[in-house]
Nanobody, 124 residues
Framework: QVQLVESGGGLVQAGGSLRLSCTAS????????MGWFRQAPGKEREFVSA????????YYTDSMKGRFTISRDNAKNTVYLQMNSLKPEDTAVYYC?????????????????WGKGTRVTVSS
């Protein structure tokens, strides 16, 4: 089993920045990739970004390229999501997810483990 714990959410003004962290524990050696998803009030969960543990290959939703940056620290079993130029529409609960199988994907069904989420609120 793998446990994921997110942190770093909060309230920020539009144009500001936040850095989210997701720390994995347990059978982390079994993981191939980590992803970030978000769910805004009244909306479906959507993919934000993903990264592979080994090669650091990254994948972003087009609308977030240039504003969000995903990175990893293998020694700390932690994945980060740096979010810049935040907009009110970025308000959501952000979830970290982990995948055992090879490949990087934006489909939430392809992830095996999930954190409980961290809330990000962007005020206008």
């Amino acid at each position: 089993q793998v446990q994921l714990v997110e942190s770093g959410g909060g309230l920020v003004q539009a144009g500001g920045s936040l850095r989210l962290s997701c720390t994995a524990s347990g059978r982390t050696f079994s993981l191939h990739a980590m992803g970030w998803f978000r769910q805004a009030p009244g909306k479906e969960r959507e993919f934000v970004s993903a990264i592979t543990w080994s090669g650091g290959n990254t994948y972003y939703t087009d609308s977030m390229k240039g504003r969000f940056t995903i990175s990893r620290d293998n020694a700390k079993n932690t994945v980060y999501l740096q979010m810049n130029s935040l907009k009110p529409e970025d308000t959501a609960v952000y979830y970290c997810a982990a995948r055992r199988r090879e490949g990087i994907t934006a489909t939430d069904l392809n992830y095996d483990y999930w954190g409980k989420g961290t809330r990000v609120t962007v005020s206008s």
